[in-house]
């Protein structure tokens, strides 16, 4: 890591323990050697450094959205100065993806959120199957890491309050489709199974979208020993 790099990391972990009571003890759980494909929700942006930060040393390399990447504004130079990958919308972006398919290839940690939005209330929103692309083509496991806790981290800021954020860690799993044909509703289902995981992970009053899916609903999840 640059010496600005871990200036600026270190700035960021100090700046969001201002504004976080962070409980990241079950980061400890995320694997320390091994490409890996994390998937978390996505409530807000302080979350992103937060997260970031708490993996150090490990070399992660998330994916936004292209304009926010390479915009000239202070987010995007953060963002191209931590490697991020610009994701242009729209169609399936091949480049992003053979960028992250290479940085997992190095042994590195890709960071995607697959509700591919902010829900700003802490709900889980409908997944995007963009992070099954990515395990398909990989073969790099998948691991859900999920926050909650801090949706109302603005007003507490008004009133000089920190929000608390737990974060809590899912157990490790790769995608195989048995065989079969992977058409567009079947990675549509892929990635429903990937966040009923996430589900599973948070309190019911989080889980959304996927709030009502069977349990024992992945027949296309095969869960690491």
């Not at 940085?103 to 409908?126: F, M, V, W, Y």
Request: overall charge positive; charged content about 20%; glycine content about 8%.
């Amino acid at each position: 890591m640059s010496l600005l790099r871990w200036i600026v990391a270190a700035f960021l972990r100090s700046l969001t323990g201002l504004m976080f009571r962070v409980d990241a003890a079950q980061l400890a759980m995320v694997p320390r050697h091994g490409p890996l494909i994390i998937v978390a929700n996505h409530v807000h942006i302080p979350e992103i450094p937060t997260l970031y930060t708490r993996l150090l040393p490990r070399k992660v390399r998330g994916m936004a959205q292209a304009e926010h990447v390479l915009s000239r504004k202070l987010v995007g130079g953060i963002l191209r100065l931590f490697g991020t990958i610009p994701v242009w919308r729209g169609e399936a972006d091949l480049n992003a993806l053979r960028t992250g398919i290479k940085e997992l290839s190095a042994g590195n940690i890709i960071l995607l959120d697959p509700e591919g939005t902010r829900s700003h209330n802490g709900c889980l929103q409908k997944g995007r199957p963009g992070a099954i692309l990515m395990a398909f083509h990989s073969g790099a496991p998948l691991l859900p890491v999920v926050h909650y806790g801090s949706e109302n981290y603005q007003e507490n800021l008004k009133h000089l309050r920190r929000t608390d954020l737990k974060y809590v860690v899912g157990k490790p799993f790769r995608v195989d489709a048995g065989g079969q044909r992977v058409t567009s509703s079947i990675r549509q289902e892929m990635i429903d199974e990937v966040m009923f995981q996430m589900a599973g992970l948070l309190p019911p009053q989080y889980r959304g979208a996927y709030a009502a899916m069977n349990p024992a609903s992945h027949k296309y999840l095969v869960f690491e020993k």
